[in-house]
């Protein structure tokens, strides 16, 4: 049985232990700030509950030698996925238990001899390795509370993206994704060329791949303030940029989002080209009992009607819901007269190099609840 001065490790670590516990929620306080953004009844509640399981938890590998059993550590693992919930970040809580790790040695060790010697050596031994193990249960659990919450908050993202992107009504999808709908998203697509370490075996191109579209993603993010919606597979995919000022876009946005394109260029290691994204023609139905060149109904996504004399090519033309007819679906030049959009004049939709001229970007209208821009 280890001992130092004369006492058992264990019963030692016992008497220490209220005020050690005082001492280690003072020092997380004082020297971890994500503890000290905490509430008060929350250090002192499960995070001193916490911190007098792990001396319990020390106080029996010190007097049986072994190290816990991993059912003994699932309150450490429930307590980080708490704290995951929290938004306190991992790196804090692993600095938490190493300093309680470290300000318990010295509670332990300072009325050691120098006839110590080989016990602290020992105590020092058992305490790091329970510290490993405790380390990766607690790193483990929060991680994958994270993982969680992660792809919940991902399906709501994806909720509001399909939403926007079919036309439907994306308010209810953004309240309970908890996203804040700006006045207007820029609709981009990008196409992806392969990384050269897409050319590999394929165990390597597939890993290549996924890091290639995480390297896009990140830059997405970071244009878009953590706001940006984007679907993304190896060859490219869609994204949704969000825009405060459309009539601000409409002046100088292309240049931004040609540097964009430069910039994902870049992270992504492989050749990237963007534009607006080819529109597809509303879906339309014939009116009982019209005349064959009026046959045709187009849906307004808003939730009115709009007669076109081309059911492949309907376009709105107005906040009434008109529709007037294309020669072909490049030839459509929508005006919008209802609540700005970033369209006002129409151009080809061109593929985009990076840092290439090209007209203005199509926006996606969040408080009208469709997409303006040129059919195609």
């Given at each position: 049985?280890?001992?130092?001065?004369?006492?058992?490790?264990?019963?030692?670590?016992?008497?220490?232990?209220?005020?050690?516990?005082?001492?280690?929620?003072?020092?997380?306080?004082?020297?971890?700030?994500?503890?000290s953004a905490?509430?008060?009844?929350?250090?002192?509640?499960?995070?001193?509950?916490?911190?007098?399981?792990?001396?319990?938890?020390?106080?029996?590998?010190?007097?049986?030698?072994?190290?816990?059993?991993?059912?003994?550590?699932?309150?450490?693992?429930?307590?980080?996925?708490?704290?995951?919930?929290?938004?306190?970040?991992?790196?804090?809580?692993?600095?938490?238990?190493?300093?309680?790790?470290?300000?318990?040695l010295d509670?332990?060790t300072a009325?050691?001899?120098?006839?110590?010697?080989?016990?602290?050596?020992?105590?020092?031994?058992?305490?790091?390795?329970?510290?490993?193990?405790?380390?990766?249960?607690?790193?483990?659990?929060?991680?994958?509370?994270?993982?969680?919450?992660?792809?919940?908050?991902?399906?709501?993202?994806?909720?509001?993206?399909?939403?926007?992107?079919?036309?439907?009504?994306?308010?209810?999808?953004?309240?309970?994704?908890?996203?804040?709908?700006?006045?207007?998203?820029?609709?981009?697509?990008?196409?992806?060329?392969?990384?050269?370490?897409?050319?590999?075996?394929?165990?390597?191109?597939?890993?290549?791949?996924?890091?290639?579209?995480?390297?896009?993603?990140?830059?997405?993010?970071?244009?878009?303030?953590?706001?940006?919606?984007?679907?993304?597979?190896?060859?490219?995919?869609?994204?949704?940029?969000?825009?405060?000022?459309?009539?601000?876009?409409?002046?100088?946005?292309?240049?931004?989002?040609?540097?964009?394109?430069?910039?994902?260029?870049?992270?992504?290691?492989?050749?990237?080209?963007?534009?607006?994204?080819?529109?597809?023609?509303?879906?339309?139905?014939?009116?009982?009992?019209?005349?064959?060149?009026?046959?045709?109904?187009?849906?307004?996504?808003?939730?009115?009607?709009?007669?076109?004399?081309?059911?492949?090519?309907?376009?709105?033309?107005?906040?009434?819901?008109?529709?007037?007819?294309?020669?072909?679906?490049?030839?459509?030049?929508?005006?919008?007269?209802?609540?700005?959009?970033?369209?006002?004049?129409?151009?080809?939709?061109?593929?985009?190099?990076?840092?290439?001229?090209?007209?203005?970007?199509?926006?996606?209208?969040?408080?009208?609840?469709?997409?303006?821009?040129?059919?195609?």
């Amino acid at each position: 049985m280890l001992s130092i001065a004369g006492v058992p490790v264990h019963v030692r670590l016992a008497t220490l232990a209220p005020e050690l516990t005082r001492r280690l929620l003072a020092a997380f306080a004082e020297r971890l700030p994500a503890y000290s953004a905490l509430p008060r009844e929350e250090l002192t509640g499960d995070i001193a509950r916490m911190v007098e399981e792990n001396i319990r938890l020390l106080v029996r590998a010190f007097r049986t030698g072994r190290l816990p059993p991993s059912r003994d550590l699932e309150a450490l693992a429930r307590s980080a996925a708490r704290r995951a919930e929290e938004g306190v970040p991992l790196g804090a809580v692993l600095s938490a238990y190493h300093l309680g790790w470290r300000l318990g040695l010295d509670a332990l060790t300072a009325d050691a001899a120098p006839d110590d010697a080989r016990a602290l050596v020992e105590v020092q031994g058992l305490m790091l390795s329970q510290l490993q193990e405790v380390a990766a249960v607690v790193a483990d659990a929060y991680l994958e509370e994270r993982e969680v919450m992660h792809g919940q908050r991902q399906a709501g993202r994806q909720a509001v993206l399909s939403a926007l992107l079919d036309g439907r009504d994306p308010v209810e999808a953004a309240r309970r994704a908890g996203l804040a709908l700006p006045p207007a998203y820029v609709v981009l697509t990008l196409a992806l060329g392969r990384h050269p370490d897409e050319r590999g075996p394929e165990a390597t191109a597939a890993v290549a791949a996924r890091r290639k579209i995480r390297r896009v993603q990140a830059e997405l993010d970071h244009h878009g303030r953590g706001q940006a919606l984007h679907t993304f597979g190896p060859d490219g995919g869609t994204a949704l940029l969000p825009v405060d000022d459309p009539d601000a876009a409409l002046a100088g946005g292309w240049r931004e989002l040609a540097g964009l394109t430069a910039r994902i260029t870049d992270r992504a290691g492989a050749p990237v080209h963007a534009g607006p994204p080819r529109r597809r023609a509303p879906r339309c139905r014939a009116r009982p009992g019209s005349r064959p060149r009026c046959s045709a109904w187009c849906s307004r996504r808003a939730g009115r009607r709009a007669r076109t004399r081309s059911p492949t090519s309907c376009s709105n033309t107005s906040s009434r819901g008109r529709a007037r007819r294309a020669g072909t679906s490049r030839d459509c030049c929508p005006r919008w007269t209802g609540i700005p959009s970033c369209w006002r004049r129409c151009a080809p939709t061109p593929t985009m190099g990076s840092g290439a001229a090209a007209p203005p970007p199509r926006c996606t209208s969040t408080r009208t609840r469709w997409t303006t821009g040129c059919a195609g």
